[in-house]
């Protein structure tokens, strides 16, 4: 149940409005982290399934409000086809909400870009060796994506360019498009996003062998995301990173 907001009579009605506003709402184009709580497979859930996601860094909000890291991403299964000998399988979701504060805020969202398990760790994982008694937080990485990072509070690099920083529980940039990708029509907000283990121009699949992002849910039906393999069932390992996009359909 959400905390009530009391509008006291010396605070304005439309200070009131716009706190109530920021506190039942999602920006559109903002950009949750999360990793899937549960493995999601075409030969093993059904229509309706129901599943989680946790958010892996703080979120920043208007008005210097966020959503904390560790708060729930709550999904289900819109459409499942298994693979068999005359086609692949195809796995459609909807994530629903946003949980955290005992508060529980309706979104629709759109996949930026997905990543297995493996990926997702190599992404954790120093790209070198640290002297001995360097913190490893210190030391740099490779975001899925291709971008780089060194350590919190460094510079997050694609090749010269510097397109963002990197903070104690990830990354914050400004996103962008790879020209030609699905991610072109996404919304561009201008300020810098959390993308936890992921680059600012990250976009489809990573690490899934035959899998691609037949609709992102940018576009109609919005908030509609399909997965579909080339071969075999679509597999979603518990663990997977995904990069969420808050997606009114107003982009």
């Known amino acids: 149940m959400k905390s009530p907001v009391i509008c006291l009579p010396l605070i304005s009605l439309i200070l009131c409005s716009a706190l109530t506003s920021a506190q039942d709402t999602i920006p559109n ?12 497979n075409t030969r093993k859930v059904g229509v309706g399934y129901q599943f989680t996601a946790r958010i892996m860094q703080a979120v920043p909000l208007p008005g210097g409000q966020k959503i904390p890291e560790g708060a729930k991403i709550v999904g289900h299964v819109i459409q499942v086809i298994p693979a068999d000998a005359s086609h692949p399988g195809t796995l459609a979701l909807r994530f629903d909400a946003v949980r955290f504060d005992r508060r529980t805020i309706s979104v629709a969202t759109a996949l930026r870009a997905l990543a297995s398990f493996s990926n997702v760790r190599d992404a954790e994982t120093p790209t070198s060796s640290i002297g ?19 350590g919190d509070g460094g510079p997050v690099t694609r090749g010269l360019d510097t397109v963002g920083q990197g903070v104690i529980d990830g990354v914050l940039a400004s996103v962008s498009a790879p020209r030609g990708s699905r991610c072109e029509r996404a919304p561009h907000p201008t300020d810098p996003q ?4 992921f680059s600012s121009d990250a976009c489809g699949a990573y690490g899934f062998e035959n899998l691609e992002i037949t609709h992102t ?32 359909g107003d982009n």
């Open 217 to 248: 849910g940018y576009g109609p039906p919005h908030g509609d995301i399909q997965l579909t393999t080339a071969k075999g069932n679509v597999e979603l390992g518990s663990g997977s990173g995904i990069l969420l996009q808050v997606s009114s």
């Open 132 to 150: 001995f008694g360097t913190p490893a937080r210190w030391a740099s990485r490779i975001l899925v994506g291709g971008e780089a990072y060194y």
């Open 29 to 40: 184009g903002t950009i949750l982290p999360a990793r899937l709580n549960t493995s999601l």
């Open 194 to 197: 959390a993308l936890w283990v």
